[in-house]
């Protein structure tokens, strides 16, 4: 299975790190968001970040361009239809991902892979809803996608050979280091990590120190680049506490379950560094 041209669904802070990658690696790629000016935001990003590579003289002015130049952007589901690969970045809800993928399984080729970057919900489960279970796994990448060196492949119960070889090949020719995780929430690295960072909203709720002494013991202590509320913020607080919202749903097990610090300031718009406030203050 050659996989030369790349769908996205969705160019926020994941799908537009993707769009990033894969296009750098040379492949096409087509971003497909619901509005012009959502992918056009992302595509902006991209634009950013690449010139922060050239800056630093490791991508030329003209492999910035040339990549540049490899991304298209729609609001049209049907142009993903000749793709190869289709990856959707889209919010962590199971419905809108089921949505999305049901419009791609209508119009694009029978061969053409599917893979959700989901980072907690049950991949098989959205499978379930197309045509092609078969051809159907999970990509999951890590932010900064232009930085972060892992991606997590997850093979389904359904997911066959071809397709999980496919995957992994893709990951590694955009330059990751690849995982691979069975189909349970969460994979390897948030099962582990969501639960340390809702200790460490606790801990601050429950007055153990100030939010600066936690992320700097984490930091220094454990060296950590990021001490776990700053990462927090970085993630997004919102993303974060959908995903504990689906591990509790799905393990009934307290350690997923989210802080109520954490709601309140989710449901107050406090979402971090995209909000511009979060357990830091970003507006300045
Ligand atoms: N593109 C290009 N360059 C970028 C960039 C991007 N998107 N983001 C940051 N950089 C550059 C910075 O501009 C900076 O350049 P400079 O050295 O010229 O100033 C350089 O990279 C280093 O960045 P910073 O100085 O801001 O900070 P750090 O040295 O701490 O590196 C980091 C940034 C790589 C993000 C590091 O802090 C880190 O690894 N943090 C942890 C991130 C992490 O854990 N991510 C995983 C989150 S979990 C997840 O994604 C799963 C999901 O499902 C929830």
Not at 68 to 81: E, F, P, Q, V
Not at 177 to 187: H, N, Q, Y
Not at 201 to 230: W, Y
């Amino acid at each position: 299975m050659e996989i030369k041209k790349v769908g996205i669904i969705g160019c926020g802070q994941m799908g537009s790190g993707i769009a990033q990658v894969s296009a750098v690696a040379g492949y096409s790629v087509i971003s497909r968001e619901i509005e012009d000016a959502f992918w056009q935001k992302g595509f902006a990003r991209i634009e950013k970040s690449l010139a922060k590579f050239v800056e630093k003289g490791k991508l030329t002015a003209a492999q910035k361009e040339e990549a540049m130049g490899r991304l298209i952007g729609t609001t049209k589901m049907t142009d993903l239809a000749d793709c190869d690969l289709v990856i959707e970045a889209v919010i962590e809800n199971a419905d809108e991902k089921v949505k999305m993928f049901k419009e791609a399984d209508k119009t694009c080729k029978p061969e053409t892979i599917f893979a959700s970057n989901t980072s907690s919900l049950p991949i098989g489960d959205i499978a379930a809803h197309t045509s092609r279970p078969q051809q159907f796994c999970g990509l999951h990448f890590f932010n900064p996608v232009p930085l972060m060196k892992l991606v997590e492949v997850v093979r389904t119960i359904s997911t066959d050979d071809a397709t999980y070889q496919a995957a992994k090949g893709f990951a590694e020719s955009v330059g990751k280091v690849v995982v691979t995780a069975k189909d349970s929430p969460g994979f390897i690295v948030n099962l582990l990590l969501v639960p340390y960072l809702l200790d460490a909203v606790r801990a601050f709720e429950a007055g153990l120190a100030s939010r600066e002494d936690i992320d700097t013991g984490m930091k220094l202590g454990c060296g950590h680049p990021m001490g776990p509320l700053t990462l927090l913020d970085f993630i997004g607080l919102d993303t974060i506490y959908y995903i504990a919202e689906i591990f509790f749903d799905e393990f009934k097990d307290g350690r997923y379950a989210s802080p109520p610090l954490l709601k309140r300031m989710v449901n107050a718009g406090l979402l971090g560094k995209k909000s511009g406030r979060g357990f830091y203050d970003y507006s300045a």
